[in-house]
C-alpha cells in the first residue's frame, strides 16, 4: 500500500518513471521504512531533493491505519512509521495465508527452464556439483514461490570426449581385472569406481566380456559406464533432496534433427558462413570477441554448435526464460552462448547464467583430501554423509554462487548456535517447544477475538517486522536468482525469534497476552519453515 501511494505522489508530480526501493533504515529511530526517492527525482526535475520531498509528502494518501507518522530528514529522505493496527495486520496475514504466506503471482505466466547440476555421466559427483544443485534448486523453488511455470532441467552430455575417455578407462579396467596389461588413458579417468564396476561387469557378463575386440568392448563400456554413473548420479541427487522433471541426453539432438534444424534457422538469420573449409557464426555481430565455428573442417561439428541446438530446444518447448548454473570453468563461455542466442533471434535476455565457483572443503582447519574411490575431489555423498543433507544445503547456500567458499564440516556438525543452520533450525523448534507446553496445536492457532495491539514489547515489533519482510525477501531473491537473501533473511528472524523468546514468557502471560503472543510465535513458526522449505531444508519440531 505504502509502495503504491508513493508511485501516485510522484506520478502527481509529472516526474518520469522511478524505481522506488523501500528499505528498513539502520537507526530504530528513522522509521521502520525510508525512501530516497526524492534523491533520484532531483535531477530530473530540476529542483532540490528535500522540496521534492516535500511535495511528495503532501500529496500522499496512505491510511493513518498504515502510516501513522511521515517525515523528511536530511536531505531529502522520507521516513515512515507504521500504525499499530499495520502491525496487526501482518500477523494476521501470516496466520491466514500459512503454508503460502511469501508466495505471490508476479511470475505468472512465465516459464522458466532451469537446467542444473549436469554433470558428465563420467564418475560420482562431487562437491562443486553439490553446491550447484542446491543453488539450482532453490533458485527454482524462488521462482515457483512466484508464481513462474518451472521445469528443473538435467541435461545428460552422453555424446562428447569425456565420455568416450570414460569407455576407455572402463575397457581398461576391465583387462586389468582379468589380469592383463592395459594402462588407463592419460585424460582418462583414475578414480576406483571404475575398477568396481569393471568387476560387476565380469560378474554379471562373465570373463568372456573381456575377449570382445576392443571396439567392441569400449562401445559396450561407454552404454554400461553412461548408465551406470547416471544412476549413481541420481541416487545421490535424490538423496540430496533434489528432484528433476526433465532429463535431456545430448545424443537426442542428433536423433531427433535438432543440430539440422538449427542449422537452418541460423541460415535463414543470414548468420553463417564458409572460410577456410569450415562453418563460422557470425557472433562477432552480436558483441562476442569473434567468430565461431560451428562445422571443422573435417565435417564434424564443435561442440558449440549442439549448446546452441539444445538451448532453442528450450524456446520450442515453451520456455520464455532458460536459466543455466555453470560452473566457474565456463565463465568465458557466457558471451558466445548470449551472442548465439541473439543470432538465432531469441529475446533478450532469454538465457541468463548462474556461476557457481568451486568448493574448498576443510575439516580441523585442514583440507580434506580427495577418496580413493572417487578420485581427484571430495565426493558428494561422502560430505553430506558426514554433515546430514539439511547442514550441505544450507553452507551451500549461505554466500552467492559466485563467490569462493570454504565448506567447514566441524562447523556443520556442531549442535550448538555457532553453527547457522542449527541457530536457525532451533529457533523453529523453540517455538514448537512453547506449542507443546501449552498443549496447543499450532494448526489451531487464530486471530479472530486476539488483541493483536497487546503486542507492544520492543522484541515483538521487531520481530513483527521481521516477518513483514519475508513476501518482498522472496520475491527480490527470486527476481536476482539468489537464495543466499534468504538465508540471510532466516538469520535476522531467527535473532529476533529468540531474543523475543528469552526475554518474554508466553504461557500465563496476563490478560489477553498469551493469545496474543502464541498468534505471534505461530507466525514466526510459519515464516521460518517456509523459509527453510524453500532451501529444501526441514523445519525440525524436536531436536
Not at 541435461?155 to 575397457?171: C, P, R, T
Not at 565463465?331 to 538465432?344: E, K, P, Q, T, W
Request: glycine share 8%.
Amino acid at each position: 500500500m505504502l509502495q503504491g501511494a508513493i508511485e501516485r505522489a510522484v506520478a502527481a508530480l509529472g516526474a518520469p518513471a522511478s524505481d522506488i526501493v523501500l528499505e528498513r533504515p539502520r537507526e530504530a529511530g528513522h522509521g521502520d521504512l525510508a525512501t530516497s526517492v526524492a534523491l533520484k527525482l532531483a535531477k530530473p526535475l530540476g529542483r532540490a531533493p528535500r522540496q521534492i520531498a516535500e511535495e511528495i509528502v503532501a500529496a500522499l494518501d496512505c491510511p493513518s491505519d498504515v502510516v501513522s507518522r511521515v517525515e523528511i530528514a536530511g536531505p531529502g529522505f522520507i521516513n515512515f512509521w507504521f500504525a499499530e493496527e499495520a502491525m496487526a495486520s501482518v500477523l494476521k496475514t501470516v496466520l491466514d495465508e500459512g503454508e503460502r504466506f511469501g508466495r505471490s503471482n508476479t511470475g505468472a505466466g512465465k516459464r522458466v527452464n532451469v537446467e542444473f547440476v549436469s554433470a558428465n555421466p563420467t564418475g560420482p559427483l562431487h562437491v562443486g556439483h553439490g553446491r550447484g544443485a542446491a543453488l539450482g534448486d532453490a533458485i527454482a523453488a524462488l521462482l515457483d514461490a512466484t508464481g513462474h511455470d518451472v521445469t528443473r532441467e538435467f541435461y545428460v552430455n552422453d555424446a562428447g570426449v569425456q565420455v568416450d575417455l570414460m569407455a576407455e578407462s572402463l575397457w581398461a579396467r576391465v583387462q586389468q581385472e582379468v589380469g592383463r596389461p592395459a594402462e588407463i588413458p592419460a585424460r582418462g579417468y583414475h578414480g576406483e569406481y571404475l575398477a568396481e564396476l569393471a568387476q560387476t561387469i565380469l560378474e554379471r557378463e562373465g570373463p568372456e566380456f573381456a575377449d570382445l575386440s576392443e571396439e567392441e568392448g569400449i562401445r559396450q563400456c561407454r552404454a554400461i559406464g553412461v548408465q551406470a554413473q547416471r544412476e549413481e548420479q541420481d541416487r545421490d541427487l535424490e538423496d540430496f533432496g533434489v528432484r528433476f522433471d526433465v532429463t535431456f541426453n545430448e545424443s537426442e539432438l542428433y536423433t531427433s534433427g535438432a543440430i539440422e534444424k538449427t542449422l537452418e534457422a541460423l541460415e535463414e538469420r543470414r548468420v553463417l558462413y564458409e572460410s577456410d573449409d569450415a562453418l563460422w557464426l557470425k557472433t562477432s555481430e552480436f558483441d562476442d570477441a569473434k567468430d565461431r565455428v560451428l562445422r571443422k573442417r573435417d565435417g564434424t561439428f564443435t561442440y558449440f554448435l549442439p549448446d546452441i541446438a539444445y538451448h532453442l530446444t528450450k524456446a520450442d518447448r515453451g520456455a520464455t526464460l532458460a536459466i543455466d548454473v555453470w560452473g566457474a570453468d565456463h565463465h568465458g563461455y557466457i558471451g558466445r552462448m548470449a551472442a548465439a542466442m541473439a543470432a538465432l533471434g531469441l529475446p533478450p535476455g532469454f538465457l541468463r547464467i548462474v556461476m557457481v565457483q568451486l568448493v574448498r572443503v576443510v575439516r580441523h582447519g585442514e583440507a580434506v583430501r580427495f577418496s580413493k574411490r572417487s578420485g581427484e575431489f571430495v565426493a558428494l555423498r561422502d560430505l553430506f554423509e558426514q554433515t546430514g543433507v539439511d547442514a550441505a544445503r544450507y553452507f551451500f547456500l549461505m554466500r552467492r554462487g559466485d563467490s569462493q567458499f570454504t565448506f567447514d564440516i566441524d562447523l556443520a556438525v556442531k549442535q550448538t548456535e555457532e553453527n547457522p543452520v542449527y541457530y536457525v533450525q532451533y529457533a523453529h523448534t523453540r517455538i514448537a517447544g512453547i506449542f507443546r507446553n501449552a498443549d496447543v496445536a499450532p494448526e489451531d492457532v487464530r486471530h479472530d477475538g486476539v488483541d493483536l495491539t497487546l503486542l507492544n514489547e520492543k522484541d515483538e515489533i521487531l520481530l513483527i517486522k521481521q516477518l513483514g519482510e519475508f513476501p518482498a525477501v522472496v520475491e527480490r531473491a527470486a527476481a536476482a536468482l539468489e537464495p543466499h537473501r534468504i538465508v540471510a533473511y532466516l538469520e535476522d528472524l531467527a535473532k529476533a525469534v529468540n531474543g523475543w523468546y528469552h526475554r518474554h514468557r508466553v504461557i500465563g502471560a496476563p490478560g489477553g497476552v498469551e493469545q496474543a503472543r502464541l498468534a505471534l510465535a505461530r507466525a514466526a513458526q510459519i515464516a521460518l519453515a517456509n523459509g527453510l522449505n524453500l532451501l529444501g531444508i526441514a523445519a525440525p519440531e524436536r531436536m
